[in-house]
């Protein structure tokens, strides 16, 4: 079968629709722009490898330059509102303190202390190999 366009040329059908698809005005030129990027078949590897980093390139460019229209953006916005950081939730958070040594709960009378907590120091399992007793070291 065959069809008749303008009046001219006949054309197989299938080929009129092949040739009215690509030819449509309502194609738009993202699509023909994405047409012409993609790799014809016969590319090798290593030029369809360049063509991504090229790609990536580019996105990575457009990236860093929308990040910077977006910080510029966000910083007028604190300057106009007179805004801080704590306004928007990023003030530092408070540092937990260490917990205080305490007072010393035993003592041997020669200087050494501990408070009773972790491990027992060696002088009071040296007390109480010799028979003291807990009771017999605390701090009064």
């Known amino acids: 079968m065959s069809v008749v366009v303008s009046g001219r040329v006949n054309l197989p059908a299938a080929s009129c629709v092949f040739a009215l698809s690509?030819?449509?005005?309502?194609?738009?030129?993202?699509h023909?722009?994405?047409?012409?990027?993609?790799?014809?078949?016969?590319?090798?590897?290593?030029?369809?490898?360049?063509?991504?980093?090229?790609?990536?390139?580019?996105?990575e460019a457009l990236r860093k330059k929308e990040i910077a229209d977006v910080v510029a953006g966000i910083k007028a916005q604190i300057a106009a509102y007179g805004l801080s950081a704590a306004d928007l939730g990023l003030a530092p958070k408070a540092t937990r303190s260490r917990k205080?040594?305490?007072?010393?709960?035993?003592?041997?009378?020669?200087?050494?202390?501990?408070?009773?907590?972790?491990?027992?120091?060696?002088w009071i399992r040296a007390a109480l190999a010799a028979g003291k007793t807990l009771d017999d070291l605390r701090v009064q």
């Open 32 to 59: 023909r722009m994405a047409t012409k990027k993609i790799a014809t078949p016969t590319a090798t590897y290593a030029e369809i490898q360049a063509q991504i980093e090229k790609l990536q390139a580019e996105a």
């Open 22 to 30: 690509f030819s449509s005005p309502l194609m738009t030129e993202h």
């Open 100 to 122: 205080a040594a305490g007072k010393p709960a035993y003592a041997d009378g020669q200087g050494n202390t501990w408070v009773g907590r972790g491990k027992r120091p060696e």
